[in-house]
């Protein structure tokens, strides 16, 4: 298990643009396929994006391609989340996850074996 604190949330208005960081204080974290997940109230965490191990591969779900940009920067331990043209539809719960044995660029929540806390962005209309 992976360490993960996830920072960079809070209120914006539609439209407007946010940036979410998850760091890890373990080194373990370069061997890590890495991803965003969501929770909307009262769903089940919905994939948002994913990236592997050397930042050369990402995949988005179609609700935020385009929109969004998910990065890491293994010499600092960190991964982010650029979120741009903000929707109230996207307020949620964000965690950022590890996979420590990465195999695919992965989709499903299962596949990953470190979360973060969470952290909540709410975008108002």
């Known amino acids: 298990q992976v360490q993960l604190v996830e920072s960079g949330g809070g209120l914006v208005q539609a439209g407007d643009s946010l940036r979410l960081t998850c760091t890890s204080s373990?080194?373990?974290?370069?061997?890590?396929?890495m991803a965003w997940f969501r929770q909307l109230l009262g769903q089940g965490r919905e994939f948002v994006a994913a990236i592997d191990i050397s930042g050369s591969e990402t995949r988005y779900a179609d609700s935020v391609k385009g929109r969004f940009t998910i990065s890491r920067d293994n010499g600092k331990n960190t991964m982010y989340l650029q979120m741009n043209s903000l929707k109230p539809e996207d307020t949620a719960i964000y965690y950022c996850?590890?996979?420590?044995?990465?195999?695919?660029?992965?989709?499903?929540?299962?596949?990953?074996?470190?979360w973060g806390q969470g952290i909540q962005v709410t975008v108002s209309s």
């Open positions: 996850a590890c996979d420590l044995l990465p195999v695919v660029v992965g989709t499903f929540a299962r596949l990953y074996d470190s």
């Open positions: 373990e080194s373990a974290f370069s061997n890590c396929g």
